[in-house]
């Protein structure tokens, strides 16, 4: 029989989330759906595994409400590295073709962050779970083989330097959805001629949520139990 507290899932919730360091969203909605006993659990955007921050959760009825929230204006904080780059363009494969990156300056890196502002096209990351001939491009990507993915038209509202240690480069970043941050990092360090990845992500704000109305998995968990 289902209490009060599932009943309250089922009707319909939004949840907002910190996703942690290491977890896949597919793992938070794992939990969650554990822990509240009800099928019906999504979310809206998925995050990174080495991706941190705001994770909307949509439960029963609610979630029908995702590719609305999915739709809304994104807000990124993070890390790019400069002189290397991964083949993931993020830290889930390895660093290569190490390169020289002393000539930069925080004048010539910002002004390459203002290149990439406003409307642009963008490749995907091979290492996404974008769908191409029927498989995910990661699919192709880890048994070795190479596909083109298209350009997809992006709009980087805000693309703020916020400080520059070399070779870290912190930024922010409010995007359209569908923007890949990882991308992003790449297409800087090709500009910049000596190569760069994305080092750390957090996802701060997607609409009008924000990650400071969040709360931790564990938050939830223990706000949780007692009514279970």
């Known amino acids: 029989m289902m209490n009060q507290s599932e009943n309250i899932f089922e009707t319909g919730q939004v949840l907002l989330i910190n996703k942690p360091l290491g977890w896949t969203s597919a793992d938070v909605v794992r939990k969650i759906r554990n822990l509240i006993r009800i099928k019906k659990v999504g ?27 999915m739709a809304q204006e994104k807000e990124y904080t993070g890390s790019f590295t400069m002189g290397a780059t991964t083949p993931s363009y993020d830290l889930e494969t390895k660093p290569e073709n190490f390169k020289d990156y002393s000539l930069l300056t925080e004048e010539s890196i ?12 963008q490749i995907p990351p091979i290492h996404s779970a974008i769908k191409k001939e029927g498989k995910r491009a990661y699919e192709f990507a880890r048994s070795g083989k190479h596909i083109e993915l298209e350009p997809r038209k ?16 912190h930024f922010r970043v409010v995007c359209s959805t569908g923007t890949y941050i990882r991308s992003l990092a790449n297409d800087i360090g090709i500009k910049a001629g000596c190569g760069a990845y994305l080092s750390s992500l957090c996802r701060t704000r997607i609409g009008n949520f924000t990650l400071d109305q969040s709360i931790s998995v564990e938050e939830f968990v223990n706000k949780i139990k007692p009514g279970i």
């Not at 998925?46 to 929230?69: H, Q, R, S, V, W």
């Not at 992006?154 to 480069?169: A, D, G, Q, R, Y």
């Open 154 to 169: 992006i709009t980087i509202k805000e693309f703020e330097i916020v400080s520059v240690n070399l070779p870290l480069v």
């Open 110 to 121: 910002k002004a390459i962050a203002a290149e990439f502002t406003g409307e642009i096209l």
């Open 43 to 69: 979310h809206a955007g998925t995050l990174d595994p080495l991706a941190t921050g705001l994770l909307i959760l949509c439960t029963g009825k609610f979630t029908k409400k995702i590719n609305e929230y």
